[in-house]
């Protein structure tokens, strides 16, 4: 066999074993995330130098605990290690094993060696097998696994470089199977499978059989060729209940031989902290305050990126506008992308600290704590305690949080997060609540310490929480999905977070929300331009139609252009679109001007701002006017002649931005994890109808 | 009536004799929990469920529905 110039390389093991870690040190920044065919979860590859000529793609799969997945996410194993076909199917697996949990992580080696991959096992923080007491023989182990075996430090970047030696030896790796499982099972119903299927290894014919229903990528002979197989279910479980029982047995022989541990290390930092940190009264006050300490911290530290991000590209527009030839394609720039790319890049800052956070939490340990305490808890609402996670995401964007739900492996616990994850108060619904607090709530303090605009956004956050909550409830009840209520978390170890794997965590969930919802952005802002900018003969013929007005006579030059622009927005398709609307949103309160303000919310929240700052900039009579507040501040209602953004107005688009489902890109993200319209659908009309009956409420009830 | 990990105090160790293989997630025989292994009950969640175990040398959280599933005998 010739030697290939570019490998594929799996990397394998289990949560919580520094995976992570090693594939940082591996490929550097040399990563991107892309997408398995046909599924929607991430793939984590990146490129690394083995040595002068070979360079490996090393893609890092799922922590899993074993080949048989339970969730989405260890589906992704599954198929990678099956399906030839893929375009990562792997030349060799790297098995990431932690030095303390041995035994459970040869668990997880001795399946994809029976895969015959060439397969390598690496130990990692191995630095602290002395601390430990920990002692292993590592050219018995090797014998007796029939594999090589590299020891390192990924933290430190201690071994790593002897891995890369060995994987440039790879051909020539021992590709036994570690356990005969067929044997001590039933060898007559193994061999039957072995004369079914020439083709593959036994194991991967058993594991086809077993998983047949998360082997998507079978042909449809070879799906009914298994069928044959998978008639008996009872044997089946019974066979795989064998198999487990078995792989322990050969691993605690080969253990026996070759790891001890000196059991001396009675010091227990974990169960110390263990007992704080899920106590029932100090447990719940931690992570409580800590969730504070989150919040003030995103608030405090973002908004000064924020403020140098909207006046960079309010720059950037204006550069664009003066230097560049007049024309369509300058206003393309200037007055689309520009402000496009801008109300992206804005958000980035409070995503990336939120994340930081919790990736944070993640990389100590504390989460699964987090997890523990809240189960039950959130089990009354019909979700798990791993929705912990999700929920505290979708304050920064719905789309990396409803990701985030993957490792929920009840499928009715994960849906029901996935749909009212959208309530929680997310980074673009604040520049919206911000701009229409500052002009309907007096800046005032109530009992000397409060701040009353500040109450209001904290009253407006508990909102969407309640309405998660409450929704969730609703949807438990309603929602008829069996569910087996299967929960299994690990607690990990407690260890110092590397700055390392938190960094590229961060990365990654930034370039979720870029993806996921930027581009949605981006492409509508350009729209929305679009529409704006362009409309019938009304609107092309609004310069001669203005100036023939009497009234128009004596006005200065100034006031005619604005009231000429005035005019074509009135008549562009956008200003058309916000006309037909206006019956409907009537009752709400709001008139056209406002519904094309909420036409052009659906590609993100916060192009509200822009979007009324655009209507009223052009409106505007005599000398532009301040800020966008003190327009909107300005504004009147020419039926009553009091001000447009009332108390009255101003609560019912406040409960209306709390409640509607108005985001692209999280609808797009709910199909693709639910593999459905149905599920996206409902979110959009539900809280849409929800949001559309307070507001209705609201505004009667207050003018 | 038998003992299962439901009813080990915290601090308590147990054997594990059996469990009905349908109640049972595959994923937690494959994380060592299996018949013959000590299982130890390290802390119990507020609201009284989860549990926190440690069995085989994993640290685990599972619900108290399962935990009954799974007959152990104390060792004291």
Known sequence: MKSKSLLNIALVGNPNTGK??????????????????????????????????????????????????????????????????????????????????????????????????????????????VRKGISIDIDTLKKELKSEIVLISARKNIGVDDLKKEIENYENWNTEPVANISDKIDSVFFEA????????????????????????????????????????????????????????????EILKKTYSVDKNEATDLRSKLDRILT??????????????????????????????????????????KTNLPEGTFTNLIAEGVIPG????????????????????????????????????????????????????????????AIMASRNISDWKERLITILVIPFTTCSARLPVYAILIALIIPDERVFGIFNLQGLTLMGLYLLGFTAAISSAILLHNVLKIKTRGLFIIEMPNYK???????????????????????????????????????????????????????????????????????YRLEHSY??????????????????????????????AREVFIGALATIYNVESEGEDVGTIKERMAAEVNPKTGEKRFDFATGMSLLLFYAFAMQCIGTLAIVKRETKSWKWPILQLTGMGALAYVVSIITYNILS | MGDTIASLLIGE???????????????????????????????????????????????LAIRIETAKQINITKLL
């Open chain 1, 496 to 566: 110092l977070p590397s700055i390392k794997n938190i960094f590229y965590e961060v990365v990654e969930k930034t370039k979720a929300f870029i993806f996921g919802a930027g581009k949605i952005i981006l492409a509508l802002s350009i729209v929305l331009w679009f529409l704006a900018s362009n409309g019938s003969s009304k609107f092309k013929n609004a310069t001669e139609f203005v100036t023939s007005q009497e009234s128009t006579n004596n006005l200065s030059e100034k006031v005619l252009s604005k009231k000429i622009a005035f």
């Open chain 1, 574 to 603: 956008i200003g058309n679109m916000g006309k037909i609307i206006e019956p409907v949103i009537k009752p709400m309160g709001y008139d056209w001007k406002i519904g094309i303000a909420l036409i052009s919310s659906f590609a």
């Open chain 1, 20 to 129: 992570t870690s090693l594939f940082n040190q591996l490929t550097g920044l040399n990563q991107k995330v892309g997408n398995y065919p046909g599924i929607t979860v991430d793939k984590k590859q990146g490129k690394c130098k083995v040595s002068e000529h070979l360079t490996a793609e090393i893609t890092d799969l799922p922590g899993t605990y074993s080949i048989n997945p339970t969730t989405l996410d260890e589906t992704i194993v599954l198929e990678t290690l099956l399906n030839e076909k893929n375009d990562s199917f792997p030349d060799l697996v790297i098995v990431v094993a932690e030095v303390e949990n041995l035994k459970r992580n040869l668990f997880l080696f001795s399946q994809i060696k029976d895969l015959q991959f060439p397969t390598i096992l690496v130990i990692n923080m191995s630095d602290q097998m």
């Open chain 1, 279 to 320: 106590h029932r009264i100090f447990g719940y006050i931690i992570f409580f305050g800590i969730l504070l300490l989150i919040f003030q911290s995103i608030f405090a530290w973002a908004s000064y990126p924020m403020d140098l991000i909207d006046g960079f590209f309010a720059n950037l527009s204006e550069l664009a």
């Open chain 2, 13 to 59: 160790i147990g054997i594990i004799q059996d469990f009905c293989l349908d109640a049972i997630p595959l994923n937690l025989l494959e994380m060592g929990c299996l018949p013959g292994k000590e299982v130890r009950l390290l802390q119990i969640a507020p609201l009284k469920d989860p549990l926190y175990i440690k069995v085989n040398g994993s640290h």
């Open chain 1, 341 to 400: 790319v801008g109300g992206v890049v804005i958000f980035l800052p409070q995503i990336a600290i939120l994340f930081m956070f919790i990736a944070t939490l993640e990389e100590t340990g504390y989460m699964s704590r987090v997890v523990f305490l809240m189960d039950k808890i959130m089990r009354k609402f019909g979700m798990s305690g791993k929705s912990i996670i999700p929920l505290i995401s979708g304050t920064a964007c719905a789309i990396p």
């Open chain 1, 193 to 252: 499978i072995e004369t079914a299927f020439p083709e593959f290894s036994i194991y991967k014919s058993w594991l086809l059989i077993t998983q047949q229903k998360n082997c998507d990528f079978l042909s449809s002979d070879l799906h009914r060729k298994i069928t044959e197989f998978n008639k008996d279910n009872e044997k089946i479980k019974k066979y795989q209940h064998k198999e487990t029982v078995y792989r322990y047995q050969i691993i605690n």
